[in-house]
């Protein structure tokens, strides 16, 4: 099921921390109210300055949270993550909840 149709299940009324995935193939991690809205803006250019250039961008992963200080906090700690963890967080073998426990 793709990522979009797992987002419809969810309240919409909280944040959440996304990742995309590139053109080129790299990840970009953020938050929004809206993913649908937000993928669109990424897509139309519109988006933050790191996808412009690598358009289209895939929703690869997503975690709702309860407001915008959790999810920055999250994509804070995603952003550090190496790029093989940001994969395995994708694939399910690391979950979000571990990376709360880092300092």
Not at 13 to 29: A, K, M, P
Not at 34 to 48: F, Q, T
Not at 56 to 72: D, H, Q, T, Y
Request: charged share 25%; glycine share 6%.
């Amino acid at each position: 099921m793709s990522c979009l149709l797992q987002y419809m299940k969810y309240s919409h009324e909280n944040w959440f921390t996304y990742i995309v995935e590139c053109s080129d193939g790299s990840y970009y991690t953020g938050i929004s109210k809206n993913l649908p809205k937000r993928l669109l803006s990424h897509n139309n250019g519109l988006g933050a300055k790191y996808t412009r250039g690598k358009l289209p961008v895939a929703l690869m992963w997503f975690k709702e949270l309860k407001n915008k200080s959790e999810a920055s906090k999250l994509e804070y700690r995603i952003k550090k993550l190496s790029k093989n963890n940001k994969i395995e967080l994708v694939k399910g073998k690391i979950k979000a909840e571990s990376l709360f426990s880092k300092s």
